[in-house]
């Protein structure tokens, strides 16, 4: 539609805009000019979430049943882990989230006006379409609207759209027919910023109506996605809650059937069940998670969710977006082509440190200042340097920034320059036009020159001359030309290219002079200079990052707003892509069906001038593929996709409070060799986890065999109930947490990620944790029958659950003992699966090699401290006992080593085969 057929559809007008009583009407039909916020959980909705895993239930389950058996010691212990265990998700997820709603933070708070004819400052919340607004320079877009009059409009879109560069945008018609919205030039959207000029425009959407609404509203839609973590340990808890069952229940029967009371059966049933749970294991999880927290916060990943930090390791594709995470998000002119010369300008980024070579020499003369003060005179942005960080920044328009930045960096001081060289006449740039022409004094006041720079084609129109050399010739229409091809070869290399002239006015010399008569001036007979060429340069860091993610076997797909020339250009600086990576646009996007997306994403592919809807739609494919999918964003666009992934990442810098929200982590630096760290820390957690339960389920496996065997056989017990608890507590705790603690494994970004259909413990972690238990089990039973035997007893013989002889007292301690020892040998052979231990860093984890030391101790209090001893029916060992339950207990250690020695060199000897 025209700006008047506009203005007529909704009932408005450019001079008076709505009358009060048209307000109200429309403030009745349409609501407020506010996004609705999901209404977040309470803390104590939070804590009872808590409980919901499958684990939790299943100890939720045998606390019960311990406390209506009379086992109170036993119930309360189990309460106590469970407590403490939702009180510490509880924390960590409150420390992490906001206490304000992100959405409502992103409104501006006024809103310029007419109404009545009246310029009036009302609050944004109070607009209705159809209402006319006045909009400066910095001012953010309080909601969609249809622009009318536009004088040097720009504006940043980057939180919508993801494009870097700021749009130029104007009152023009636009073409019938589909427009993306980062081409929609006659349209401002709520959330976006004014960077450079004025204008008047026409509200068309408030609320939830707007563009910045119907992503909240898309994201509020999205469900959360459980970690891989929590399905894994679901299953876990299924398969423990069967398996304890069923043991219990033969435990039971066999009891039963060698005569022993039912009562006395069904006790050390459920005792058995109580103890064999892993009741540590949520709380250590969480434990895990939360050291796994600590230490990516150092590494500049803050994780908003506990479960996440296991999901990002799991990751097997990273979407991430161009600007801010690749590159720096920062302008720079990296190639200037000036006297037939292609100079290259050293340095990243608005510090104005760098030099300017050609052909590795450093090149300077006065026609490379002539263009360089060119630039930063026609520039309406400053240079300005922050006072506490040091750090340089731009205020105005990113590419007029490069401009400055480039000058400074020949010691062309802004300062002093606009100041000796003032601008008395400005004819702006126009998406029309493509250029910006200012007049400033030349040095000195002997007169005045004007500077142009714009679009090269439209430069090279207005000139007659260029300067090579610092001599003016004739510029002609072959000349033109091969300008315009080392233009578009620039332009191939993803840089964005202004072209410069200049034109002197030496008889300008009256300092009362009327300059407004340049307002007519005739664009022509101006003088070339040449071309400057500038890009948002890769982070220097990322190309590292990116081949460690090779590496690693995680796909990356870039998913950008901007163009896909640009973002090619530096993928393939980075090394994501090569001449062959296709480019699909988010137009190019809606043609396809979800078959060819499919086809697409099996290929290296870049996704450029995209929307939200299509990153999502990205997104959902890769998910339904099977992939775990961490997606990276920083703007409104980003938040659906941000919530839909399996991980999102939000940016801590450039990020929007709305993709923060919609995050479960953010990166402190917006750096994407950030992100890689947090998936190697990742990485590092899901294996101290794993070895972590399959040194817990060796040793609650080996104790229910124990009895189980020993029953069996008919061997009195040889571990009582609340020995069993006690040996659960006291190798599940302190060990466990310094398992935790554990220091990533070497080459641990050189595998594969795992398989999302993958189980948590492999066939091979099944069979490794079947052969140790038994070599458990095989120790204590040994143990426990050579000390019965040699003190007389023989099978046949009653020890009875009431009556305990000093031998048979004697005896549960000694297997009790190995049974402890057992396990704390076996911590090490566990956090050492496939190496030896004496060529690993025995010592490398001081903590836990404290936890067993303070293990030790309590055990020995427990067989020495009269009331410990009595309550838990132990009595105290000689050294020479010690040292034969250790001497018992260290064969773990052996038969491991044995195996791994033949295993290794078996595994040796076949690459050296294959290698031949």
Same mark, same amino acid.
């Given at each position: 539609?025209?700006?008047?057929?506009?203005?007529?559809?909704?009932?408005?007008?450019?001079?008076?805009?709505?009358?009060?009583?048209?307000?109200?009407?429309?403030?009745?039909?349409?609501?407020?000019?506010?996004?609705?916020?999901?209404?977040?959980?309470?803390?104590?909705?939070?804590?009872?979430?808590?409980?919901?895993?499958?684990?939790?239930?299943?100890?939720?389950?045998?606390?019960?049943?311990?406390?209506?058996?009379?086992?109170?010691?036993?119930?309360?212990?189990?309460?106590?882990?469970?407590?403490?265990?939702?009180?510490?998700?509880?924390?960590?997820?409150?420390?992490?989230?906001?206490?304000?709603?992100?959405?409502?933070?992103?409104?501006?708070?006024?809103?310029?006006?007419?109404?009545?004819?009246?310029?009036?400052?009302?609050?944004?919340?109070?607009?209705?379409?159809? =209402?006319? &607004?006045? %909009?400066?320079?910095?001012?953010?877009?309080? !909601?969609?609207?249809?622009? #009318?009059? /536009?004088? +040097?409009?720009?504006?940043?879109?980057?939180?919508?759209?993801?494009?870097?560069?700021?749009?130029?945008?104007?009152?023009?018609?636009?073409?019938?027919?589909?427009?993306?919205?980062?081409?929609?030039?006659?349209?401002?959207?709520?959330?976006?910023?004014?960077?450079?000029?004025?204008?008047?425009?026409?509200?068309?959407?408030?609320?939830?109506?707007?563009?910045?609404?119907?992503?909240?509203?898309?994201?509020?839609?999205?469900?959360?996605?459980?970690?891989?973590?929590?399905?894994?340990?679901?299953?876990?808890?299924?398969?423990?809650?069967?398996?304890?069952?069923?043991?219990?229940?033969?435990?039971?029967?066999?009891?039963?059937?060698?005569?022993?009371?039912?009562? =006395?059966? &069904?006790? %050390?049933?459920?005792?058995?069940?109580?103890? !064999?749970?892993?009741?540590? #294991?949520? /709380?250590? +999880?969480?434990?895990?998670?939360?050291?796994?927290?600590?230490?990516?916060?150092?590494?500049?990943?803050?994780?908003?969710?506990?479960?996440?930090?296991?999901?990002?390791?799991?990751?097997?594709?990273?979407?991430?977006?161009?600007?801010?995470?690749?590159?720096?998000?920062?302008?720079?002119?990296?190639?200037?082509?000036?006297?037939?010369?292609?100079?290259?300008?050293?340095?990243?980024?608005?510090?104005?440190?760098?030099?300017?070579?050609?052909?590795?020499?450093?090149?300077?003369?006065?026609?490379?200042?002539?263009?360089?003060?060119?630039?930063?005179?026609?520039?309406?942005?400053?240079?300005?340097?922050?006072?506490?960080?040091?750090?340089?920044?731009?205020?105005? =328009?990113?590419?007029?920034?490069?401009?400055?930045?480039?000058?400074?960096?020949?010691?062309?001081?802004?300062?002093?320059?606009?100041?000796?060289?003032?601008?008395?006449?400005?004819?702006?740039?126009?998406?029309?036009?493509?250029?910006?022409?200012?007049?400033?004094?030349?040095?000195?006041?002997?007169?005045?020159?004007?500077?142009?720079?714009?679009?090269?084609?439209?430069?090279?129109?207005?000139?007659?001359?260029?300067?090579?050399?610092?001599?003016?010739?004739?510029?002609?229409?072959?000349?033109?030309?091969?300008?315009?091809?080392?233009?578009?070869?620039?332009?191939?290399?993803?840089?964005?290219?202004?072209?410069?002239?200049?034109?002197?006015?030496?008889?300008?010399?009256?300092?009362?002079?009327?300059?407004?008569?340049?307002?007519?001036?005739?664009?022509?007979?101006?003088?070339?200079?040449?071309?400057?060429?500038?890009?948002?340069?890769?982070?220097?860091?990322?190309?590292?990052?990116?081949?460690?993610?090779?590496?690693?076997?995680?796909?990356?797909?870039?998913?950008?707003?901007?163009?896909?020339?640009?973002?090619?250009?530096?993928?393939?600086?980075?090394?994501?892509?090569?001449?062959?990576?296709?480019?699909?646009?988010?137009?190019?996007?809606?043609?396809?069906?979800?078959?060819?997306?499919?086809?697409?994403?099996?290929?290296?592919?870049?996704?450029?001038?995209?929307?939200?809807?299509?990153?999502?739609?990205?997104?959902?494919?890769?998910?339904?593929?099977?992939?775990?999918?961490?997606?990276?964003?920083?703007?409104?666009?980003?938040?659906?996709?941000?919530?839909?992934?399996?991980?999102?990442?939000?940016?801590?810098?450039?990020?929007?409070?709305?993709?923060?929200?919609?995050?479960?982590?953010?990166?402190?630096?917006?750096?994407?060799?950030?992100?890689?760290?947090?998936?190697?820390?990742?990485?590092?957690?899901?294996?101290?986890?794993?070895?972590?339960?399959?040194?817990?389920?060796?040793?609650?496996?080996?104790?229910?065999?124990?009895?189980?065997?020993?029953?069996?056989?008919?061997?009195?017990?040889?571990?009582?109930?609340?020995?069993?608890?006690?040996?659960?507590?006291?190798?599940?705790?302190?060990?466990?947490?310094?398992?935790?603690?554990?220091?990533?494994?070497?080459?641990?970004?050189?595998?594969?990620?795992?398989?999302?259909?993958?189980?948590?413990?492999?066939?091979?972690?099944?069979?490794?944790?079947?052969?140790?238990?038994?070599?458990?089990?095989?120790?204590?039973?040994?143990?426990?029958?050579?000390?019965?035997?040699?003190?007389?007893?023989?099978?046949?013989?009653?020890?009875?659950?009431?009556?305990?002889?000093?031998?048979?007292?004697?005896?549960?301690?000694?297997?009790?003992?190995?049974?402890?020892?057992?396990?704390?040998?076996?911590?090490?052979?566990?956090?050492?699966?496939?190496?030896?231990?004496?060529?690993?860093?025995?010592?490398?984890?001081?903590?836990?090699?404290?936890?067993?030391?303070?293990?030790?101790?309590?055990?020995?209090?427990?067989?020495?401290?009269?009331?410990?001893?009595?309550?838990?029916?132990?009595?105290?060992?000689?050294?020479?006992?010690?040292?034969?339950?250790?001497?018992?207990?260290?064969?773990?250690?052996?038969?491991?080593?044995?195996?791994?020695?033949?295993?290794?060199?078996?595994?040796?000897?076949?690459?050296?085969?294959?290698?031949?």
């Amino acid at each position: 539609m025209s700006s008047d057929d506009v203005i007529k559809h909704l009932a408005s007008s450019e001079k008076t805009g709505l009358t009060k009583k048209e307000v109200e009407f429309r403030l009745s039909k349409f609501g407020k000019n506010r996004l609705v916020a999901k209404k977040k959980a309470s803390l104590l909705q939070n804590f009872f979430a808590q409980f919901m895993e499958m684990m939790v239930l299943i100890l939720i389950g045998a606390g019960v049943i311990a406390f209506l058996l009379g086992k109170t010691i036993d119930a309360c212990i189990i309460l106590f882990v469970i407590i403490i265990n939702a009180v510490i998700g509880v924390i960590q997820e409150y420390k992490a989230e906001k206490a304000v709603e992100a959405l409502k933070k992103m409104m501006n708070p006024h809103a310029t006006v007419l109404r009545d004819g009246e310029e009036k400052i009302i609050p944004a919340e109070e607009l209705v379409p159809g =209402d006319i &607004l006045i %909009l400066e320079e910095g001012t953010r877009i309080p !909601a969609d609207a249809r622009i #009318l009059e /536009a004088v +040097m409009l720009k504006v940043d879109e980057a939180v919508l759209t993801g494009e870097s560069v700021p749009r130029g945008k104007n009152e023009t018609a636009l073409p019938s027919g589909s427009v993306a919205i980062g081409d929609q030039s006659n349209m401002l959207f709520m959330g976006t910023t004014i960077t450079n000029g004025r204008c008047k425009a026409i509200v068309t959407a408030t609320g939830m109506s707007t563009e910045f609404g119907k992503i909240a509203e898309l994201t509020s839609q999205i469900k959360d996605e459980k970690s891989p973590l929590q399905k894994e340990l679901a299953k876990v808890g299924k398969f423990i809650a069967i398996s304890v069952l069923v043991i219990c229940a033969i435990v039971f029967a066999l009891g039963l059937l060698s005569g022993k009371p039912l009562f =006395d059966m &069904l006790l %050390l049933a459920v005792s058995l069940g109580v103890a !064999a749970v892993p009741e540590g #294991l949520p /709380a250590i +999880m969480t434990i895990a998670l939360a050291f796994g927290v600590q230490r990516m916060a150092k590494r500049k990943a803050i994780i908003r969710k506990l479960s996440s930090v296991e999901t990002l390791g799991s990751a097997t594709v990273i979407c991430t977006d161009k600007t801010g995470t690749l590159t720096k998000n920062e302008m720079t002119v990296k190639k200037i082509w000036v006297n037939n010369k292609f100079i290259h300008v050293e340095g990243e980024g608005y510090a104005p440190q760098g030099r300017f070579l050609h052909n590795n020499q450093v090149y300077s003369d006065d026609t490379l200042i002539k263009i360089l003060r060119a630039g930063l005179f026609c520039n309406n942005a400053v240079l300005e340097k922050d006072a506490s960080s040091g750090k340089w920044f731009i205020v105005g =328009d990113p590419t007029e920034g490069a401009l400055v930045v480039s000058a400074e960096k020949a010691g062309i001081k802004q300062n002093y320059e606009t100041d000796a060289c003032k601008r008395v006449f400005e004819i702006p740039f126009s998406s029309e036009t493509k250029r910006m022409i200012t007049i400033n004094k030349d040095h000195g006041d002997c007169g005045v020159s004007a500077f142009m720079k714009g679009a090269t084609a439209v430069v090279l129109e207005k000139c007659s001359y260029i300067e090579i050399d610092g001599r003016i010739k004739k510029l002609g229409a072959k000349e033109k030309e091969e300008i315009k091809i080392i233009s578009r070869g620039m332009s191939e290399q993803a840089l964005r290219v202004l072209a410069f002239a200049y034109r002197k006015f030496d008889n300008a010399k009256d300092k009362e002079a009327d300059y407004s008569k340049f307002k007519n001036l005739k664009e022509e007979d101006f003088i070339f200079i040449g071309l400057q060429g500038m890009i948002d340069p890769p982070r220097p860091e990322v190309k590292d990052a990116i081949g460690k993610c090779k590496k690693a076997g995680i796909r990356i797909f870039i998913i950008t707003g901007d163009h896909g020339l640009t973002a090619k250009a530096i993928a393939k600086e980075i090394g994501l892509a090569t001449n062959e990576t296709k480019i699909i646009k988010g137009i190019e996007l809606d043609r396809m069906n979800e078959e060819e997306l499919t086809i697409a994403l099996k290929e290296e592919v870049i996704f450029a001038r995209v929307s939200a809807e299509h990153k999502m739609r990205v997104v959902s494919n890769l998910m339904k593929q099977g992939e775990i999918v961490a997606v990276t964003g920083d703007g409104v666009n980003d938040a659906p996709a941000l919530k839909k992934a399996n991980i999102g990442v939000a940016m801590g810098i450039t990020g929007t409070d709305v993709s923060k929200e919609a995050s479960k982590m953010i990166l402190a630096d917006d750096n994407f060799a950030s992100l890689v760290n947090a998936v190697e820390e990742g990485r590092a957690i899901f294996e101290n986890i794993r070895i972590f339960l399959k040194y817990l389920f060796i040793g609650n496996g080996a104790g229910m065999l124990i009895v189980f065997l020993a029953l069996l056989i008919g061997l009195p017990l040889p571990i009582l109930a609340l020995q069993i608890l006690w040996f659960n507590l006291l190798t599940e705790t302190l060990p466990s947490i310094a398992l935790t603690k554990e220091p990533a494994e070497k080459g641990l970004m050189e595998k594969s990620p795992r398989k999302p259909e993958e189980i948590f413990l492999t066939k091979k972690d099944s069979l490794e944790m079947g052969a140790n238990a038994l070599i458990i089990t095989a120790g204590v039973l040994g143990i426990f029958y050579y000390m019965l035997s040699i003190n007389g007893w023989r099978f046949g013989t009653e020890a009875g659950f009431t009556f305990m002889p000093d031998y048979y007292l004697y005896a549960t301690t000694m297997a009790f003992t190995t049974l402890v020892l057992f396990q704390l040998f076996n911590i090490f052979n566990t956090k050492s699966p496939n190496s030896s231990i004496f060529f690993e860093e025995l010592f490398n984890n001081k903590w836990l090699l404290l936890a067993t030391a303070l293990s030790i101790i309590l055990q020995v209090l427990v067989l020495n401290v009269p009331f410990l001893s009595q309550t838990f029916k132990t009595t105290p060992l000689s050294l020479v006992d010690w040292a034969i339950a250790a001497l018992v207990a260290s064969s773990i250690i052996w038969i491991n080593e044995i195996y791994k020695f033949f295993h290794l060199r078996k595994h040796v000897q076949s690459s050296k085969n294959s290698n031949i």
